[in-house]
Nanobody
Framework: QVQLVESGGGLAQAGGSLRLSCAGS????????MAWFRQAPGKEREFVAA????????YYADSVKGRFTISRDNAKNTVLLQMNSLKAEDTGVYYC????????????????????WGKGTLVTVSS
């Protein structure tokens, strides 16, 4: 089992940057494919980015490709989401999630059926 805690959310201006962090506790953090999802007000949760267990492969939603970067440090049990060129439509609660068996590319194409979730961190982008 793994517990996930997100941090780094806050208020940013359009065109600005934020970096989200997800700290994992528990054993075998490197055995989980990790992902970020987000939920905007009044909308369904959507996939943002995923990273393979080794960190060698990454996947992004088309809406964030070229602007967001997901990375992980298995020695520190941490997953990061660097968000640049922020837009108002990036506003929402961002969730870190883990899956123990699916490959990261499969996670990227699912509707968010993950094994573990954090409680989320709010990102607000003002235009």
């Amino acid at each position: 089992q793994v517990q996930l805690v997100e941090s780094g959310g806050g208020l940013a201006q359009a065109g600005g940057s934020l970096r989200l962090s997800c700290a994992g506790s528990g054993r075998n953090f490197s055995s989980y494919a990790m992902a970020w999802f987000r939920q905007a007000p009044g909308k369904e949760r959507e996939f943002v980015a995923a990273i393979s267990r080794s960190g060698g492969s990454t996947y992004y939603a088309d809406s964030v490709k070229g602007r967001f970067t997901i990375s992980r440090d298995n020695a520190k049990n941490t997953v990061l989401l660097q968000m640049n060129s922020l837009k108002a439509e990036d506003t929402g609660v961002y969730y870190c999630a883990a899956h123990g068996t699916l490959a990261a590319y499969v996670v990227a194409s699912t509707s968010g059926d993950m094994d573990y979730w954090g409680k989320g961190t709010l990102v607000t982008v003002s235009s």
